[in-house]
């Protein structure tokens, strides 16, 4: 996995914000789903695709007696995580690896997570695989991830003629965004049983619209000379900036979530 192929198009420091945007807009029922699918203060826990390290951050303040393996091949990323938790020394380790080819001892951890990440692999079988061979027997794996078929809802809808847009992204980037559909079947072939789905619902609502998607740092003026290059992009922004703008816009995405174990 290449993350870089995507930030490397709205800029490192953007894609480090949305992130921890991410991170905490599903974390309270992304930690209490996982609980109840088996997670324990204690485990020694691998974060595969940890990013720059929010979601381990926050297992190693709601979790104080655990450990947590950070895996992450990109070096920004990665250099960002090592800065951002130095305080944790003792209970983090990193690892800037890919899930395909690393140094991680079998069956070592009680627990691996990967939070939007399985969306970029080119083949997560194989990482599926690679998770059950450091998993412990008996450990568990939860893919955290999403689908566009059931992403979400947004009022008013923005995509609804402008998906072609998404579409050239996702072709450039080797974006797959059919994935979460696939989860089940892809913890399977790695060898899981065991297995479960859950979803985790997050409502503009209750967070903010701003909360999900960011400060819209971009004037009319930028809209309209971006208009004369990319019209549809510039439709978009604009679209985009006027429903975060309205009181009456509504915003629910879907995080999906598989489980499997070993054994």
């Known amino acids: 996995m290449n993350y870089s192929n995507f930030y490397n198009l709205i800029g490192l420091n953007q894609e480090i914000n949305r992130l921890q945007r991410q991170v905490s807009l599903g974390w309270e029922k992304e930690f209490r789903t996982l609980k109840w699918l088996g997670l324990n ?36 990323l990665m250099n960002f995580a090592k800065d951002n938790l130095s305080k944790y020394e003792g209970r983090v380790k990193f690892k800037e690896e890919s899930v395909y080819n690393n140094t991680l001892q079998e069956e070592k ?28 027997y008996g450990g568990i794996v939860s893919v955290i991830d ?16 402008e ?20 989860l089940l079947k892809i913890l399977k072939l790695g060898g899981f049983n065991g297995l479960d789905f859950e ?6 609502d209750i967070v903010g619209v701003n909360s999900i998607a960011g400060e819209m740092n971009i004037t009319n003026e930028d809209i309209k000379n971006l208009s004369r290059i990319n019209p549809k992009l510039a439709q978009l922004l604009k679209q985009s900036k006027d429903m975060i703008s309205s009181k009456n816009t509504i915003v629910i995405l879907i995080n999906l979530i598989a489980k499997g174990v070993k054994g």
Request: proline share 5%.
């Open 41 to 76: 203060d204690g485990m020694n826990i691998l974060d595969l695709g940890a990013g720059p390290g929010f979601f381990s951050e926050h297992l190693l303040e709601n979790l104080p007696n655990c450990k947590v393996t950070l895996l992450e091949p990109d070096a920004d």
């Open 146 to 161: 999403s689908d566009r078929g059931i992403w979400g809802i947004s009022e008013p809808d923005i995509l609804k003629n």
């Open 199 to 204: 979803a985790v619902a997050i409502h503009s």
């Open 163 to 182: 998906r072609n847009i998404l579409g050239r992204l996702e072709k450039k980037t080797r974006w797959n965004r059919e994935v979460g559909r696939k």
């Open 109 to 136: 951890y009680d627990f691996v997570v990967s939070r939007f990440v399985f969306q970029h692999l080119e083949d997560p079988i194989a990482a599926s695989k690679e998770i059950y061979r450091v998993l412990k």
